[in-house]
């Protein structure tokens, strides 16, 4: 059996320093989670409560939490907590009587999108709604081969596993998936970095189709997050886009990671690019917490599928999900929130690059929105990943009270991605934590 991949992963065999009563618990735990449900951190992290950015254990110190994107609007939200708690004393019924709230929710959420993607099919997570979405593409291309990023994340049912290739190589992908390499902002050729690109794609289509698998959807998370944050640095989108649909396929966005105005300025990730998907996937922070998702499509799309086959999920937007989902919207527009992304996400990057500018294990920081990656790698012409550092940078802030974690095929991006309620007064205590962390760890002479 190969290493199952998960960066910053607790090591279940280790004996973490931590207080006895905090032991007691991880033990109870490991009991009766078992393997499956892993933890964050050499040293777990306890917590009882949140508010805003901050998370809290016991004893009352405070967690900054840089990376959370499901308590998009804060953790403890008063509004939501309120629109969640009126709306269950009211009603909580799901979606098969006319209830106003969800036909409100529908035609506010579906004008963030451009004509045609007018319409939204809901479910309860990321994963559901992209099996949906694959669903929905093979239905009406009559095509079953999917092309994903090589790796990508996009769930955990049965078909998304089957299309995350970063769960490892224990996990297996089916002939019907085909991985593409992304660009590598790092290592590419800029000049040719699309071109090459798009031909990778290509190369795809034609192994899917001599496999006896004819390409139906292209699938991509719109920020590449699982593969270590890699927002596109050239048209890249626009021509693995257009390169699917000559194949006969359709161009699925994966907005799980991207929604909701992570990447700042705009609503989704994908509208930074003169590119429309022909299905986009919501999930995570659509109802900060509350378990709601969505795809949204084209009416073509979504009655071809819904005359030819019954959908039906039994919690998929129910009143109090959608009461919460409705909050997070109110939230983010009346507090401006896409806008702070945008400022926010700016000087921290502008931040964390003054603070390693000259130092050679930080290859790069990325930066879209409210989502940062810092590229952490060994010193030297070749810049090899070096996820041992990356794992001493992430545990060394968590000492100080700052969580983030670290992402990427080689585990060495840092990944920064916290609600979107992080403030400019929120800036130095996570650059201080950061720069504390590195400077702990040995520099090499
Ligand atoms: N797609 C992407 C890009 C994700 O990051 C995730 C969750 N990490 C999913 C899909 C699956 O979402 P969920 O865990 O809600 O099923």
């Not at 769960?167 to 992908?173: R, V």
């Amino acid at each position: 059996m190969t290493h199952t991949y998960m960066a910053n992963g607790f090591d279940p065999q280790s004996r973490p320093e931590l207080e006895p009563e905090d032991l007691a618990l991880l033990d109870r735990r490991q009991r009766v989670l078992g393997a499956a449900n892993r933890l964050f951190y050499q040293r777990p992290v306890r917590v009882v409560r949140g508010s805003g950015v901050l998370l809290y254990d016991a004893a009352g110190n405070d967690y900054l939490d840089a990376y959370n994107n499901v308590p998009v609007v804060g953790h403890g939200n008063p509004r939501v907590a309120q629109a969640v708690g009126d709306q269950l004393r009211v009603l909580n019924t799901h979606t098969r009587y006319l209830t106003d709230d969800v036909v409100a929710y529908a035609e506010r959420l579906t004008a963030l999108f451009r004509h045609p993607l007018s319409q939204v099919m809901f479910a309860c997570s990321g994963s559901e709604a992209v099996d949906l979405a694959l669903r929905v593409a093979a239905h009406v291309t009559g095509r079953n081969g999917i092309i994903v990023s090589a790796h990508a994340y996009h769930g955990t049912t049965r078909a998304t596993a089957e299309v995350s290739p970063s769960l490892g190589g224990n996990n297996p992908i089916p002939a019907h998936v085909a991985l593409v390499d992304m660009p590598d902002p790092l290592r590419d050729d800029p000049a040719t970095a699309a071109a090459d690109f798009e031909r990778r794609i290509d190369d795809a289509v034609r192994l899917l189709e001599a496999r006896g698998h004819a390409p139906g959807a292209l699938l991509l998370d719109s920020v590449l997050s699982s593969d270590g944050l890699r927002p596109a640095p050239t048209a890249f989108l626009e021509r693995a886009a257009a390169a699917i649909r000559r194949a006969g396929g359709l161009y699925i966005a994966d907005e799980v990671q991207a929604g909701f105005g992570r990447t700042g300025a705009q609503w989704w990730g994908f509208a930074h690019y003169p590119v429309e998907p022909d299905m986009v996937v919501l999930g995570k922070p659509m109802g900060n917490g509350m378990p709601i998702s969505a795809v949204i499509g084209r009416p073509d799309v979504f009655d071809r599928f819904g005359r030819d086959v019954r959908y039906f999920n039994t919690f998929a937007a129910g009143s109090a999900a959608v009461a919460a989902a409705t909050a997070v919207l109110d939230e983010l527009e009346e507090r401006d929130l896409l806008a702070s992304a945008t400022k926010v996400g700016g000087r921290l990057a502008s931040e964390l690059r003054a603070i390693t500018a000259d130092d050679p294990r930080v290859a790069e920081v990325r930066a879209t929105g409210l989502f940062l990656a810092v590229e952490i790698v060994a010193p030297g012409p070749d810049r090899a990943a070096d996820a041992g550092l990356a794992r001493q940078i992430v545990n060394g802030m968590r000492d100080r009270r700052v969580l983030i974690s670290a992402s990427g095929q080689n585990e060495n991006v840092l990944k920064i991605r916290p609600p979107l309620v992080f403030a400019e007064e929120h800036i130095d205590r996570l650059c201080a934590a950061f720069a504390d962390a590195l400077a702990a760890t040995a520099r090499p002479a």
